[in-house]
């Protein structure tokens, strides 16, 4: 048996919605043999293994495979370490080092557009085209992210993001979405995806893009 945490990421202001994410903070618990057919079972869009909490070595599976690197279990990781064992300065997943912080009520992580799993970008007319897609538009990319600016001044952005390849119809907050837009529109954004998620975004020197958001703690239970 292992325990298995169970945070949202990218919350409302609320603390409503929020990317459900599963994370053992124990990883070696679970065999690695193993770790594709749990996060399938429990099939949370990413579920993160956390094989050393000292140094931040995580890895992160989806219903149907591993990623290199993904944004909420990012956030959501660093988050939960500072709150049942230590912060952490950095995690590890295998794509390479992340610089993660905690504070103002926030989880930080600053990652590089291309560790993000491949998605295309369609942008709409408003906000209410959005809101009316069942799925990825005719002659977008199967995995895509769907936006239009609520507010463009504000930086304010409406979003969905599909991603049917990696075994997540639709996504409730997508922080890798989130890294590579910010990076290619080279400004910061206030995303708001999903039902009522909410992702930070700005561009960092260096070629790096921090996303941040709020996490909320739903329960630890045993797998």
Known sequence: MADLHVVRVFCGEDGSWGNPLGVFLDGGAVPEPDRQRVAADLGFSETVFVDDPR???????????????AGHPVVGTAWLLAREREPVAALRPPAGEVAVRVEGGLAYAAGRPEWAPGIG???????????????????????VGVWAWIDEPAGMIRERVFAPGYGIPEDE????????????????????QGHGSRILARPLPGGLVEIAGRVEHDEVREY
């Open 173 to 192: 907050a997508t922080g890798s979405a989130a890294i590579t837009l910010a990076a290619r529109l080279g400004r910061e954004l206030d995303i708001r």
């Open 55 to 69: 140094h931040g070595e995580i890895r992160i599976f989806t219903p149907a495979v591993e990623l290199p690197f």
């Open 121 to 143: 970008f369609w942008e709409v007319g408003s906000p209410a085209e959005v809101e009316a897609l069942d799925g990825s538009p005719e002659g977008a990319d199967p995995e």
